[in-house]
């Protein structure tokens, strides 16, 4: 199943959410839209995750569209014992004290409404309740095992 996946291109994002006084997040590929009325959206995370005890607790998420400028940041965020909220790290505490990313494309705040089993992960549903779509620039893509930039 793997090596078929390896084949899908997938948008990258990045989640957020505050466990308790820290910001946590990661790197997420598998962002998808459920819903627009209510608008819904879904990820999956891993229940051995770094940040999956802060978006097991976490009533409102974060979820950020990165753009192709943004390699590094979804590499930071991907990478497993990395300091991301430091201060190569531009963020903001944006609604219901959700960190909110600097300089992606867009980026929502949602509320969970759902995180459903599913083997060693969990799916979460969240409806978005505030956002902003006015980012600059072209999206980050995942192929490959790689992030990658759009081709004309």
């Given at each position: 199943?793997?090596?078929?996946f390896?084949?899908?291109?997938?948008?990258?994002?990045?989640?957020?959410?505050q466990?308790?006084?820290?910001?946590?997040?990661?790197?997420?590929?598998?962002?998808?839209?459920?819903s627009?009325?209510?608008?819904?959206?879904s990820?999956?995370?891993?229940?051995?995750?770094?940040?999956?005890?802060?978006?097991?607790?976490?009533?409102?998420?974060?979820?950020?569209?990165?753009?192709?400028?943004?390699r590094?940041?979804?590499?930071?965020?991907?990478?497993?014992?990395?300091?991301?909220?430091?201060?190569?790290?531009?963020?903001?505490?944006?609604?219901h004290?959700?960190?909110?990313?600097?300089?992606?494309?867009?980026?929502?705040?949602?509320?969970?409404?759902?995180?459903?089993?599913?083997?060693?992960?969990?799916?979460?549903?969240?409806?978005?309740?505030?956002?902003?779509?006015?980012?600059?620039?072209?999206?980050?893509?995942?192929?490959?095992?790689?992030?990658?930039?759009?081709?004309?």
């Amino acid at each position: 199943m793997r090596s078929v996946f390896r084949q899908h291109a997938a948008g990258v994002a990045v989640i957020t959410a505050q466990d308790g006084a820290r910001p946590v997040g990661f790197t997420a590929t598998s962002l998808n839209s459920v819903s627009a009325d209510p608008p819904l959206l879904s990820f999956t995370i891993g229940t051995g995750a770094s940040s999956w005890p802060g978006v097991r607790d976490s009533e409102y998420l974060g979820v950020h569209i990165l753009g192709e400028h943004q390699r590094e940041l979804a590499g930071l965020f991907a990478r497993s014992g990395a300091d991301r909220f430091g201060g190569a790290t531009g963020w903001n505490p944006g609604p219901h004290g959700v960190p909110v990313l600097d300089g992606v494309l867009a980026w929502l705040v949602c509320r969970v409404v759902a995180r459903v089993p599913a083997g060693e992960h969990r799916v979460i549903i969240a409806e978005a309740v505030a956002g902003d779509p006015a980012g600059e620039g072209r999206p980050l893509l995942y192929h490959q095992g790689r992030f990658n930039a759009l081709r004309d």
